[in-house]
């Protein structure tokens, strides 16, 4: 072994010395928050993102019990197991939220979206869009003379999937709900 072999093999690898950070790998999460349906809720919710630097992907809010004055948050954000816990407790802390569930945990939640989708179209392109809207199911809510306008319901891949199908056909406009999701199985969500 030469002198110079030997001396590399005395120098200790960089990990001895730093300390190399693994990172968790970042999830998805669709939660569910019930919430009072007050002015101002809506804004305290979202301020919790925004003051921790959470990102919100979607966001979808909707009255579920008129006589109880109470509203369901659907929030799909990411971050690591970790960051997620943080989200879903401080949420837990607010004054007007009555429940707060991760239908990501709790197992494979039934999620969908509703796009409104405006397609340019005429001649060859126009039927080539009316035979991708009949594959996807998508329904056509207005018709003239150079332009569709579909409706889609599905999992966010579908929508998307359609969308990109369109663009080259003369996507024009696309309008987007968010996700509605609910958890499977005989149990309701708590209000």
Not at 62 to 91: D, F, K, N
Not at 98 to 112: F, N
Request: hydrophobic share 45%; aromatic share 4%.
């Amino acid at each position: 072994m030469t002198v110079k072999e030997e001396a590399e093999l005395a120098i200790p690898p960089a990990s001895t010395y730093f300390m190399v950070e693994e990172k968790e790998p970042e999830e998805s999460h669709t939660l569910s928050v019930v919430v009072d349906n007050e002015p101002g809720v809506l804004a305290r919710v979202i301020g919790l993102f925004t003051a921790r630097g959470y990102n919100i992907d979607q966001l979808t809010v909707s009255e579920v019990q008129h006589a109880a004055a109470v509203s369901r948050i659907t929030i799909v954000t990411s971050g690591t197991p970790h960051i997620m816990e943080q989200i879903r407790a401080q949420l837990r802390r607010l004054v007007p939220v009555h429940s707060v569930a991760d239908l990501t945990l709790e197992g494979d939640p039934i999620e969908r979206e509703l796009a409104l989708v405006k397609v340019k179209g005429e001649g060859e392109a126009r039927v080539e869009a009316l035979r991708i809207a009949d594959a996807f199911r998508a329904r056509v809510v207005d018709a003239q003379a150079s332009s569709f306008v579909f409706e889609i319901t599905g999992k966010t891949r579908k929508v998307d999937q359609f969308i990109q199908l369109m663009k080259p056909l003369g996507l024009m406009e696309v309008v987007r709900t968010g996700i509605a999701a609910i958890s499977r199985g005989p149990e309701a969500m708590k209000i």
